[in-house]
């Protein structure tokens, strides 16, 4: 009897099998209920199944809605896995901080740049100005550029967030002391 159960079964041997008539199975496998194809035991095992679950009070058509989403569920999940392997998805945890530190980096250039600039100037005139002068407009524009790096990161989470402006906030002006040691060299 065990070894009948490992052939390919038929419908007809089915019916036989479980005693019932070669329509209800013939029924099951149109309905999708039973596979197509198979052996004896897979079928038995698929069977049983349906059984218990008409017994439980859940409907063929409850199961292959379940069945459907649960698909659905898996393919997304294979295609969000290759489109992170091919990096074509941001994982919004990480841009939070990605974002700061390009503004930290872009912060740094353009202060360094407005210091130059203001040396320069200095040199050139042999006057002294007041760092705000040259530096506070570009402090008021990188705080603008971090404002909207919160925005853009509140728009992708869908959260409220103030960690891009709160990280680049600190004021960062320019120690008199070492830009004249920087002239001097």
Known sequence: M???LNKNATQVGFADLVGCSKQA???RVNQGTLPKGGTYSEWLKVYIEGLRNEAAGRS????GA???RKELAQ???EEFQLAKDYKLV???ESLEPALIDLLKSVRSQVMETGSKVLQSIEMEHSITLDDNIVLGPLRAALGNIAGSA???VSSIT????ASVSAALAADKRVDRAKRKTAIRK
């Not at 063929?60 to 199961?63: G, P, Q, V």
């Not at 869908?158 to 967030?161: F, K, V």
């Open 66 to 68: 379940i069945r459907g």
């Open 75 to 77: 393919a997304r999940r």
């Open 90 to 92: 941001i994982i919004t």
């Open 158 to 161: 869908e959260e409220p967030c």
């Open 60 to 63: 063929d058509e409850d199961l």
């Open 2 to 4: 065990l070894d009948c």
């Open 25 to 27: 199975i013939h029924q």
């Open 150 to 152: 919160d925005q853009l």
